[in-house]
């Protein structure tokens, strides 16, 4: 009995860092892509400089307007994906410790 207590215990807690690991990677990979776009759209907004009368200089607004917007839709995305992904990591450990207090009253 005791063993088989041992046998989920160690396999709640492989479960668990699997998902932290997870949830840091893809952390990580959202903030990099967020801080990667900004650079960009910076870049973007920065290519026409301040001169007057340079000839495109309404479409590159047009651009910068559509970038910075897609920009902050994103970057609002990201966040609700994190806040998903907590939410889905908190209700895994609370089925995970379900499941323990079950295997402890069959066993």
Known sequence: MKKGAELFDAWAKTATDFLDIGMKMQKQLLEDCTDTTETLRETSANLGGEREGVPGKG??????????????????????????????????????????????HWA
Do not use: C, D, P
């Open 59 to 104: 479409l590159l607004s047009l651009y910068t307007s559509g970038v910075n917007t897609m920009f902050g839709a994103s970057k609002v995305l990201a966040g609700e994906i994190i806040k998903m992904h907590e939410t889905w990591k908190h209700s895994l450990a609370n089925q995970i410790e379900m499941g323990r207090e079950i295997a402890q």
